[in-house]
């Protein structure tokens, strides 16, 4: 058992005790943990403190509560996400998703897929350098990784570049709607990401199915020309607890 920090509560160090083994591997996923009673044996505390530490789990997103059945670890496997090669010109020039090396051998089903046109949000329309009136096309989707809804992404895109042509249909073709920019001769050279950490809005915790007191990760991608021409504004939302994001890259 691990041993509580100064002024620790008990509850943190059983969660904390039940985490590393998780961690290391002795509790697989899908396996159950010890129910409150077990942990009220094992560890000489009341009940709600032994509920505390369950509930601190579950807060996480490592475990989950199943109804009548006791607590267990997840079982869900995370999403490698490496954001540099899944760009790169293996993926979408050669006519292959970038979602290629995140889903082999899994099943990826894209879901809620809906294309507009609408007036732009702030955001978008400045980090597209679009002017008074001019609209963007508008594209929602939903990604499921072996049947779990992993993310939600919503992208931007000048109407005046696109209108017309694949990008504003539902099924993009081969290489998705970066192969098509450039089939339009606007290929993507350059993307820049930001990302960062925040609590879930109810209709994301509803799309993603997330855990209680799970957080999100949200990405926001702009994808230019090699001159700099700002071509798509992309708004990712993604479950933290099934992503890993890996950034590999050579110092130059």
């Known amino acids: ?79 490698i ?62 990604y499921l990784l072996d049947g779990k809804p992993v993310l939600l992404a919503r992208s931007y895109l000048p109407a005046s570049l696109v209108a017309g042509s694949r990008i504003t249909q539902a099924d993009t073709g081969p290489g998705g709607t970066y192969a098509r920019l450039a089939d339009l001769g606007h290929a993507p050279a350059h993307f820049r990401e930001d990302l960062r950490a925040r609590m879930p809005e109810p209709g994301e915790v509803a799309s993603l199915g997330l855990a209680p007191g799970t957080p999100v990760v949200e990405v926001i991608r702009t994808a230019y020309t090699s001159s700099g021409e700002p071509l798509e504004v992309s708004e990712m939302v993604a479950d933290a607890s099934a992503y890993v994001f890996r950034y590999d890259f050579t110092s130059t």
Do not use: C, H
């Open 1 to 79: 058992m691990a041993t509580p920090g100064k002024g620790e509560p008990k509850y943190l160090q059983i969660a904390a005790d039940l985490r590393a083994s998780i961690t290391s591997g002795e509790r697989g996923p899908g396996s159950r943990l010890p129910g409150e009673n077990d942990l009220m044996a094992a560890y000489q505390v009341a009940r709600e403190t032994a509920r505390k530490a369950l509930a601190q789990l579950i807060n996480e997103g490592i475990a989950t509560p199943r109804r009548g059945a006791g607590v267990y670890v997840r079982e869900f496997r995370p999403v």
């Open 81 to 142: 996400r490496n954001g540099i090669t899944r760009l790169s010109g293996q993926t979408w020039p050669e006519g292959k998703s970038v979602w290629g090396e995140e889903a082999e051998g899994r099943s990826l089903e894209v879901g809620g897929v809906q294309v507009s046109e609408d007036d732009p949000p702030p955001r978008a329309a400045i980090l597209l350098g679009l002017g008074d009136g001019e609209r963007v096309i508008v594209r929602d989707r939903r």
